[in-house]
């Protein structure tokens, strides 16, 4: 039950992190670079993004 639970936590702390990543202003180049890194590397992957990802433009479209 508690690696079901874990398993969950990392699988829409990903979701969450590709989201983002999508809608940053980065270029597509760079884009593509952070999914892949959150996808291969989940945990790691989610945790670096989060850190140093690329971030949400704050100006209204």
Do not use: C, D, N
């Not at 874990?6 to 270029?27: K, N, Q």
Request: charge should be positive.
């Amino acid at each position: 039950m508690e690696w079901s639970i874990l398993g969950l936590l990392v699988f829409i702390a990903g979701i969450y992190a590709i989201y983002h990543i999508v809608s940053s202003t980065a270029p597509t180049a760079q884009k593509v670079i952070w999914t892949i890194v959150v996808v291969v590397f989940p945990i790691i992957g989610f945790l670096v993004w989060l850190l140093a990802g690329p971030r949400k433009s704050s100006a209204p479209v």
